[in-house]
């Protein structure tokens, strides 16, 4: 085990807690608000964080749409830049975190953002930003990961610096109530495979990781169990601090990790518009099956301590109890919505991974494209 872990972030959890915010950005920053189709004016999101900005002068930006798109966002760029904003205050889901992340390094540089995304640019300064989470899943809010859309090419990209590790994050878990049910599935969906992705790899015998993992996944599947009786603070506290801890960082340090069940989601995303974690949940059980024999220790482990499947907890029935989970929410884990032949859909979904470089994917490198093509023929039908 060699690591080292720094998570910045200050979390301000609970019911008010937006108006946080007043004290956490510096009372001289002129501050860009970023935000997306408009949900926060709908549940009292927006009215409560212009209370607590009153004391600032600040501007907005309006219209990250779901997977942000550089070019909506290059428009943020050069507000930014024209404005001298010197805080940038991304109040949504994943979308417009992971927006105002790019927006926040891409206006330090001069030339085309995209730059950050093909790596031609490295970060090596942003402007600070905090978040106010509407929407429990990616753990963006307090990680320094964000994942960006060229639409025009239908490239869907990753970067990570710790130059746009949000400042603070306020998590009420009072505006998840204007949600509605597919999104909240799809936030315990993407935090399951996050945390799916930094466990079900290979044995290191790293206990604390492990156990934090799996308390992790047991929470997630006890809100899954209670869906039907979700409404109330209990289960969206419960799930928004599940989603932050899954990909804060802390359960990944020191162990290997997998990651291909996004890279190959991500395609799904880029060339239909399936939605992240539906992608995910699409991928995940073609993939575990093909790479069995290399996460059987790891699966067998989950059968004991997360299914409680006791002597018949074999890397099989694992998989099975984790594709059941997905059925019981209502989640498909085959995709049928492409526009020619399967053998074409396939294909394209190859092409894209090869030209992103996706050629050598999970903890071990073993999912080469022959292995991708493989996946693909059991998760598309
Ligand atoms: O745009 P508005 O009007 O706000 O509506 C949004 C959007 O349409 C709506 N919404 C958000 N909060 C709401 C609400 N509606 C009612 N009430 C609320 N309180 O929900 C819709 C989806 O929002 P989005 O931000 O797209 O969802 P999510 O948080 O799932 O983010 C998905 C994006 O994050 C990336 C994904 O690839 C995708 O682009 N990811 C980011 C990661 C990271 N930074 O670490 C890791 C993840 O694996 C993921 O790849
Ligand atoms: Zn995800």
């Known amino acids: 085990m060699q690591f080292t872990y720094s ?21 001289d920053k002129k501050v860009l608000m970023i935000y997306g189709g408009g949900s926060i004016k709908k549940n009292g999101v927006y009215e409560q964080t212009k209370t ?12 990250v749409e779901p997977n942000p798109t550089k070019e909506t966002l290059d428009k943020a760029v050069a507000i930014v830049k024209a404005e001298n904003i010197d805080f940038i205050l991304a109040v949504g889901g994943g979308s417009v975190i992971d927006g105002s992340k790019y927006v926040a390094a891409a206006a330090k540089y001069d030339g085309d953002g995209w730059d950050i995304m093909t790596r031609k640019h490295t970060v090596t300064d942003a402007v600070p930003l905090g978040a106010v989470l509407t929407l429990p899943a990616t753990g963006s809010e307090s990680n320094s990961g964000a994942v960006i859309t060229k639409a025009e090419t239908h490239d869907k990209l990753a970067f990570m610096t710790p130059h746009v590790h949000p400042r603070f994050a306020v998590m009420d878990p009072d505006v998840m109530k204007t949600l509605p049910e597919h999104q909240l599935l799809n936030g315990l969906v993407d935090a399951w495979v996050h945390t799916c992705e930094q466990y079900i790899t290979r044995n290191t015998n790293a206990y604390v990781q492990d156990a934090y993992a799996e308390g992790l996944l047991r929470s997630l599947k006890t809100l899954g169990e209670q869906f039907a009786s979700r409404d109330n603070d209990e289960w969206r506290a419960n799930l928004m601090w599940s989603a932050n801890q899954a990909l804060n960082g802390l359960i990944g340090v020191g162990v290997p990790q997998d990651w291909a069940t996004h890279m190959l989601g991500h395609e799904f995303t880029a060339l239909w518009g399936v939605a992240h974690a539906r992608s995910l949940a699409i991928v995940q059980p073609s993939l575990l099956r093909n790479q069995i024999e290399a996460k059987r220790e790891k699966l067998e482990q989950m059968g004991k301590n997360v299914f409680f499947l006791g002597e018949n907890a074999t890397a099989e029935a694992t998989i099975d109890a984790i594709e059941a989970f997905y059925h019981q929410l209502g989640v498909e884990t085959h995709f049928s919505e492409y526009e020619n032949t399967k053998a074409d859909a396939v294909s394209a979904v190859v092409k894209q991974l090869d030209k992103h470089g996706m050629t050598a994917l999970g903890e071990n490198g073993a999912i080469t494209l022959e292995a991708s093509e493989k996946i693909l023929e059991s998760a598309i039908q």
């Not at 998570?7 to 009372?27: D, L, M, R, S, V």
């Not at 607590?52 to 219209?63: C, I, K, N, Y």
């Open 7 to 27: 998570n910045p972030t200050t979390i301000f959890f609970g019911q008010g807690q937006i108006a946080a915010i007043k004290n956490a950005i510096p009372a």
């Open 52 to 63: 607590a900005l009153d004391a600032h002068t600040w501007l907005e930006f309006s219209g």
